[in-house]
């Protein structure tokens, strides 16, 4: 175990694809211990072999259909029409535009690249400063990640046999806390630098509103169907992802119109790229899951963990605090396949519900990305607009402290996670 740990951590730092340093440094230990080599490849071949996984597959799909359909650009004009008449009104609507991504892409860093290209140059002209506008579009969409269909919900869900449905439902509120507190920052931050203050907007009218929100109510309507299919059992969370492909395409071809054959297949191509990456991942970190449970690791890091402490919160906060740390040096995905079979047990044993503990651990993990010194969103971002690490940490700070601050009162009040599952779903 302790071989297959420092082979892991040598080539990660040694800039190894992620999936290949999982991969590696598992087999390793197979090759190092008394144990058939045969297991390590069965483990690669049936991991991604699970009827819930295919949520992921099909949502990656869906969110690529429903961009080429020209959602993005009408979810855009809507949120410039709400909130461009505010002080920091385009940095507003940034944050907002991550919210209603939420229900689309279900991942942050999909998200951010997206706004990276769009948004950036834009800001920019307005007067904001380039470390403000790529910390904001980077911090904001953890927004992204924590709506439904957020696929490190689905993942967590998946690998700790927590349901899905109750996840994705549990989501909410956080999001809606996170896209709020997130505006009041930009809000201070950019009357403080006099960003966007000049501007000339005016307060949209209910007409405007109205006719705006027509225009992109196919977008909005998507977690709606989503959420509301899954309430009454019309269908689960993994059937959900092929009805999502559905109801995008329907949209792209016969609502909109702007999906065509051509960026059809440029979506089916940008898509199995996308769940390849993810896939592998998954395939690699079977081994190392396989590893941990044949070690019986969880149950001497929980024997360690309670060594410390008894106390229930302390222990949830230690919990946070390591999966943080790991979430600075590791990409999201990885971080939620290795780390939910080793802390869930714990937490549940110390009597954290696994609905409550996975919304905080996949909030806290996916923020991770956004942060210095190996955040994989952070460094999207950055490759994207040709920005560097001090000037965008300088930027971002502000929004990652507020960030921090909602994750914490998350992980102090577990009714703000459990009052809608549990008002929909049952407890």
């Known amino acids: 175990m302790t071989i297959m740990l420092i082979v892991f951590f040598v080539l990660l730092f040694l800039n190894m694809p992620v999936a290949f340093a999982i991969g590696i440094s598992g087999v390793v230990y197979f090759l190092s211990a008394d144990i058939p080599n045969s297991l390590a490849i069965q483990q690669f071949a049936t991991g991604t072999q699970s009827f819930p996984l295919l949520a992921v597959p099909f949502f990656v799909l869906a969110g690529h259909i429903l961009n080429a359909s020209g959602i993005t650009s009408r979810l855009i004009k809507f949120a410039n029409i709400l909130t461009g008449h505010m002080i920091g009104g385009l940095a507003q609507a940034s944050v907002l535009l991550s919210a209603m991504m939420g229900g689309i892409s279900g991942s942050a860093t999909a998200d951010a690249a997206m706004q990276s290209r769009i948004m950036t140059n834009d800001m920019l002209r307005r007067g904001y400063s380039k470390g403000f506008s790529t910390g904001l579009i980077s911090v904001s969409s953890i927004i992204t990640a924590t709506f439904p269909p957020s696929i490190g919900l689905i993942l967590y869900g998946f690998i700790g046999g927590v349901s899905i449905n109750k996840l994705f439902i549990g989501g909410i509120i956080p999001g809606i806390l996170l896209t709020v507190a997130l505006m009041v920052s930009v809000y201070f931050v950019a009357k403080k630098n006099n960003y966007d203050q000049n501007n000339t907007f005016t307060p949209p009218t209910m007409k405007e509103v109205v006719i705006s929100f027509k225009d992109c109510i196919w977008a909005i309507l998507f977690p709606i169907l989503l959420i509301v299919g899954i309430r009454f059992g019309l269908f689960s969370a993994s059937e959900g992802g092929a009805v999502a492909v559905v109801y995008a395409m329907t949209v792209g071809f016969f609502f909109h119109r702007e999906l065509s054959w051509k ?141 921090l601050a909602v994750i914490v009162m998350i992980a102090m009040f577990p009714s703000i996670v459990l009052f809608l599952p549990n008002l929909l779903l049952g407890p």
């Open 263 to 403: 960026k059809l297949k440029a979506c089916l191509k940008d898509a199995v790229t996308d769940n390849s990456m993810i896939m592998l991942i998954i395939a690699s970190a079977s081994i190392f899951s396989y590893v941990i449970a044949f070690e019986n690791f969880p149950r001497t890091m929980s024997q360690f963990v309670t060594g410390i402490t008894e106390n229930s919160q302390l222990l949830f906060l230690l919990i946070l605090l390591f999966v943080f740390i790991a979430g600075l040096f590791m990409e999201a995905t990885a971080n939620n396949l290795m780390l939910t079979p080793i802390f869930l047990p714990i937490a549940e044993m110390a009597g954290i519900d696994p609905v409550h503990f996975g919304v905080v651990m996949v909030v806290l993990i996916t923020f991770g990305g956004m942060t210095p010194p190996l955040g994989v969103t952070m460094f999207a971002v950055l490759s994207i607009t040709k920005t560097g690490v001090v000037e965008y940490t300088k930027g971002a700070l502000p929004f990652i402290i507020t960030v």
